[in-house]
């Protein structure tokens, strides 16, 4: 993306809230936008980087800071803001390579990517590895969201019985599942979405 005005020396006054600004794409893409985050986000991407959400978080607050505003002012969460700019084809979201397999010899520990981790908290489906859209459930949405650091299965099922109790987790099952049903759901899903990539063992 380019922004069609120049920012010149030091911040670009357009990135100003209710100034709209438009970035110019590729296929004749086109975005115009007033919100500063945004502007902030396009800005940088312009110079064609590979970020990761970490650095582009991190680059986007200071270039606001520098104009003397505020990255938590934005109404939009910055992870939210790139995922309907990548639904738009306006930018693209990427998955690392997979890290080579590892022989795990204790208890396994599963972590989920941040990509998926994201998509299982906005929306119904993620995007594999492959390319290919993976439809989730809730129970299934609620385990990747638990699995931003790697962890055991008892870890993982004490957050499901967590959420259970506090409402969070909703298992229409007739009633409370005891650990033997959580286990066996859990061993299933663990299972199916490595198979897609989706998470994987690390030591």
Excluded at 61 to 89: F, K
Excluded at 160 to 183: K, N
């Amino acid at each position: 993306m380019t922004p069609r005005t120049p920012a010149g020396d030091g911040i670009s006054p357009l990135l100003s809230p209710g100034l709209a600004e438009t970035f110019d794409g590729p296929q004749d893409l086109e975005v115009t936008s007033s919100d500063p985050l945004t502007k902030a986000i396009l800005t940088i991407l312009a110079d064609g980087l590979g970020l990761r959400i970490t650095e582009l978080t991190a680059m986007a607050a200071r270039l606001l800071s520098d104009g003397g505003l505020d990255l938590a002012d934005s109404p939009m969460a910055v992870d939210e803001l790139l995922l309907g700019l990548h639904a738009r084809g306006i930018i693209e979201l990427c998955w690392r390579a997979p890290r080579p397999p590892q022989v795990v010899t204790a208890e396994p520990r599963w972590q989920a990517h941040p990509l998926a981790r994201l998509e299982a908290r906005l929306r119904s489906y993620l995007t594999s590895p492959r390319h290919r859209p993976v439809a989730i459930d809730r129970f299934t949405a609620y385990v990747l969201q638990h699995l931003d650091l790697p962890r055991g299965q008892e870890d993982i099922l004490a957050a499901l019985l967590r959420g259970i109790d506090s409402g969070e987790l909703d298992v229409d099952v007739g009633g409370r599942p005891d650990e033997a049903q959580l286990i066996a759901w859990l061993e299933t899903t663990l299972t199916v979405y490595a198979e897609d990539g989706i998470v994987q063992q690390v030591p």
